[in-house]
Nanobody, 122 residues
Framework: QVQLVESGGGLVQAGGSLRLSCAASGRTFSSYVMGWFRQAPGKEREFVAR????????YLADSVKGRFTISRDNAKNTVSLQMNSLQPEDTAVYYC???????????????WGQGTQVTVSS
């Protein structure tokens, strides 16, 4: 089992950057595929990015390709999401999640953080 805690959200102007971090507890962090999802008010939870257990492969949603980067540090039990060139449509609560399969579907992930708010002003 793993517990996840996100941090790094906030308010930023369009074109700005934020770096989200997710700290995991538990000795099996390196066993998990880690993902980032987001949910805007009135919308369904949306896949943003995922990274394999060893960081060897990443996959990003088309809407964030070229702007966002996902990375992980298994020695520190952390996964990060670097977000550049932020736009108002990126405004959402961002969640990190852990699962065993490489998937863009939220229901494939077993453990979730509480979320961190990202607000991008125009």
């Amino acid at each position: 089992q793993v517990q996840l805690v996100e941090s790094g959200g906030g308010l930023v102007q369009a074109g700005g950057s934020l770096r989200l971090s997710c700290a995991a507890s538990g000795r099996t962090f390196s066993s998990y595929v880690m993902g980032w999802f987001r949910q805007a008010p009135g919308k369904e939870r949306e896949f943003v990015a995922r990274i394999t257990w060893n960081g060897g492969s990443t996959y990003l949603a088309d809407s964030v390709k070229g702007r966002f980067t996902i990375s992980r540090d298994n020695a520190k039990n952390t996964v990060s999401l670097q977000m550049n060139s932020l736009q108002p449509e990126d405004t959402a609560v961002y969640y990190c999640a852990a699962g065993y399969g490489s998937s863009s579907s939220w229901y494939r992930y077993d453990y979730w953080g509480q979320g961190t708010q990202v607000t991008v002003s125009s």
